[in-house]
């Protein structure tokens, strides 16, 4: 087999098999009883918003139930929701956070 042939065998496989890793929404749900202003905390420390970013998110959550924090793998999402959810615990909010494949 030539050098050249075997390049090519390579990149003909890669691109049968390797498919990109499924993707997963974190988003926040609405409540009574979590402050606004804690919501854009957490957006802002977990989710790397601007301030002004966290507060049009947290007023979609607020007005339509639900809204997107952002989209990671599945890895990533998991462990956001994990960071969120302790945090809303130890501030005794009953705050919501799940992830979703997209
Ligand atoms: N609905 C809450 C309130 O009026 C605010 C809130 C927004 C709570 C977003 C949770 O994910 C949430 N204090």
Redesign the pocket.
Same mark, same amino acid.
Do not use: A, E, G, Y
């Given at each position: 087999m030539t050098d050249k042939f075997e390049h090519s065998t390579v990149l003909e496989r890669q691109e049968a098999k390797v498919k990109p890793p499924p993707m997963f929404q974190v988003l &926040? &749900?609405? *409540? *009574?009883?979590?402050? !606004?202003e804690f =919501?854009v905390s957490v957006l802002q420390k977990f989710f790397g918003m601007s301030r002004e970013k966290s507060t049009q998110v !947290?007023l979609k =959550?607020?007005r339509e139930g639900r809204g997107v924090c952002g989209l990671f793998p599945r890895d990533v999402a998991a462990t956001k929701v994990d960071q969120v959810s302790e945090y809303a615990r130890q501030h005794q909010h009953p &705050?919501q956070c799940v992830m979703e494949e997209a």
């Open positions: &926040l &749900l609405n *409540d *009574d009883f979590t402050p !606004m =919501v !947290m =959550v607020h &705050l």
